[in-house]
């Protein structure tokens, strides 16, 4: 039985199966989870973002118009989700309301040498790097989009996005070389 795309899931939730919504979530869940929590870098907020951000694609999906794929449609919702909770916490956080849970607390790097470490202690430096680096490096990277594409997404130019890349990748290699982890990691 062959896979259906995007839009005939789409086409099938919209004429009231409802149900066949479960599918688009599977297929997005994992790779947006992944760019909201280096973004909001708390996995229970990133939880409720992921929600939020299935719900509104769920509201709009009538409104969706098939211009562009809806992987880049929904992560569009999920990168503005993420803005609007960053802003709203930095709203709180400059009125002097935000806990002391909610302010960031940068991991301890723990590295063992074996690989799977490797990618923790990597991914661990893209959450201490600016947040705009580390979306930039989630969505290339992790996600696979191509610099057109990300532009798009966070509604900046692509040469923007290439400088943007090109200082997330230098501030990476700087924490490397800071915490001398170059012969292990490149």
């Known amino acids: 039985m062959r896979a259906l795309s995007d839009q005939e899931i789409i086409e099938s939730v919209l004429s009231g199966n409802v149900n066949d919504y479960t599918s688009l979530i599977n297929r997005y869940k994992t790779k947006a989870f992944s760019l909201l929590l280096r973004m909001l870098r708390n996995r229970m907020e990133a939880e409720e973002a992921l929600q939020d951000s299935f719900l509104k694609a769920y509201r709009n999906l009538g409104s969706f118009r098939k211009e562009s794929a809806f992987g880049t449609w929904f992560y569009k919702i999920v990168y503005n989700t993420a803005i609007t909770r960053l802003n709203s916490k930095r709203s709180r956080n400059d009125k002097g309301l935000i806990s002391i849970d909610e ?44 610099c057109e594409e990300i532009a798009g997404l966070t509604n900046n130019s692509v040469s923007n996005v290439k400088v943007l890349l090109y200082r997330a990748r230098t501030a990476l290699k700087n924490k490397i070389s800071e915490l001398k982890l170059e012969k292990e990691l490149l």
């Open 103 to 146: 302010k960031e607390n940068l991991p301890e790097l723990n590295y063992t040498g074996d690989r799977n470490s490797i990618s923790e202690i990597l991914s661990e430096l893209v959450d201490q790097l600016p947040e705009n680096y580390g979306t930039v490096i989630t969505l290339f990277y992790i996600n696979g989009y191509n």
